[in-house]
């Protein structure tokens, strides 16, 4: 049978479908992947677009639908569903948002892990670590492969990570939300690689509901709302406003920054201390007043939850107090809900009244 639209894709979504119970978590999903490209996959969260890459890396099985990967001798070919293994043989490569990676073990070790025993006889480091080298090289993803991973930074982690894909020779990278643990400089620094490796004919999507990297590195953009996919773009023809009417489907109002006037102190950390290990928090001083919004930036696992955990009376300080409208904090969720507190952990986001 003739190939249309997918003759010269590298990878092709067809007709995907995922029901979970009353929810259609993606609806007849059709989506194509060149080499050399870069696409980002956009949406509000719980649009569908985790799903979809689940399916492809074969952590789901779709109701209806088939993946085709291009086979080395020139056709699409199915890729069998709800199996990793044959994900990866056939040169796909998952980066997951939350890393999956043993700490205990070197960065080489991790990378190596599932090509072959670390422990046989015939298990040649010398000969993974020259392939590393080379691929360190090419890609500029430079990490110390000796040092245990529990030891590396979050921007190593995720180079590590990317590695592995590499080091099983993927064609096709996918990245879930890839900034998400990452600071400005370091997710500057990872779509440089992104690009870098586009450019030697690899196919990449990233997962993403931020604008300013959508538009900055990718090719193409394809939104994902409600399980389906609504747009399907050149980058170059898309602009801020219009992606973000797309994705939530109306007309979006821009937002009028307007001067505030922020009154007396409601809730104040004097020295706090509080949580262990790397979400310590430690001589924390915090002033926050009424009409006033403090924005605590940082890589996520540096304290910001913990922060908010002892807001929400769900930790105990182990030095230093809190107060909240003049009187001390405790630490009970149920007296921080009655004094008006309300928090969302996942962001680490709370809301004083």
Do not use: W
Request: proline fraction near 3%.
């Amino acid at each position: 049978m003739p190939e249309t639209k997918s003759e010269h894709s590298l990878l092709s979504l067809q007709n995907i479908t995922k029901i979970f119970g009353d929810l259609v978590a993606n609806g007849n999903v059709n989506l194509d992947l060149h080499a050399g490209e870069i696409v980002a996959l956009l949406g509000e969260n719980g649009a569908g677009k985790t799903t979809l890459m689940n399916i492809l890396f074969g952590h789901y099985v779709a109701d209806e639908g088939r993946v085709m990967v291009r086979h080395s001798s020139g056709i699409l070919v199915d890729l069998e569903p709800g199996a990793p293994q044959a994900a990866l043989e056939a040169g796909i490569g998952m980066v997951h948002q939350h890393f999956t990676l043993a700490e205990n073990l070197t960065g080489l070790e991790n990378i190596v892990l599932g090509t072959e025993s670390l422990f046989a006889r015939r298990f040649n480091r010398s000969k993974a670590r020259a392939k590393l080298q080379e691929l360190m090289q090419s890609s500029g993803l430079e990490v110390d492969l000796d040092l245990r991973v529990s030891k590396l930074a979050v921007g190593e982690r995720q180079r590590v990570e990317i590695l592995k894909a590499l080091y099983r020779d993927a064609r096709i990278l996918v990245l879930d939300e890839p900034t998400a643990v990452l600071t400005p400089q370091e997710s500057d620094s990872l779509f440089k690689t992104l690009k870098l490796l586009a450019a030697k004919g690899m196919a990449i999507i990233f997962i993403s509901h931020k604008m300013a990297e959508v538009l900055g590195a990718s090719d193409r953009v394809a939104v994902l709302r409600g399980g389906k996919i609504v747009a399907d773009l050149p980058t170059s023809q898309c602009d801020r406003h219009q992606l973000a009417e797309v994705m939530v489907g109306h007309s979006v109002q821009t937002a009028e920054r307007k001067p505030g006037y922020p009154e007396d102190e409601t809730l104040i950390f004097a020295g706090v201390s509080a949580g262990e290990g790397r979400e310590q928090i430690e001589n924390v001083n915090l002033a926050l007043r009424k009409g006033e919004i403090i924005g605590l930036a940082g890589v996520s696992g540096n304290g910001q939850s913990t922060l908010a955990k002892v807001i929400s009376g769900l930790e105990t300080p182990t030095a230093g107090h809190v107060q909240l409208n003049g009187k001390p904090l405790k630490a009970s969720a149920a007296a921080a809900i009655k004094s008006g507190v309300a928090a969302s952990r996942k962001t680490a986001t709370t809301t004083v009244s």
